[in-house]
């Protein structure tokens, strides 16, 4: 039987809390609370706080190695 008209609600998606300051996510700025703390954590990208590890491209053409 089809399920048409069914009042059924959305399953909500598990609540979050912002990474920063651990206050309850905003739908809008998943998954941040606020614009403040999703310019935080831009800036600390930017600014190199967070990295993601690999090799160093210029130590590999010191060695000569090529992919």
Do not use: H
Not at 19 to 41: E, N, Q, Y
């Amino acid at each position: 039987m089809n399920a048409v008209g069914r009042d059924d609600p959305k399953p909500q998606p598990p609540e979050r809390s912002c990474p920063i300051c651990g206050k309850p996510a905003s739908t809008d700025r998943l998954p941040f609370c606020s614009k403040r703390c999703a310019d935080v954590d831009l800036n600390r990208w930017l600014s190199g706080v967070y990295s993601i590890p690999g090799q160093d491209a210029r130590g590999r053409e010191a060695d000569g190695e090529d992919e």
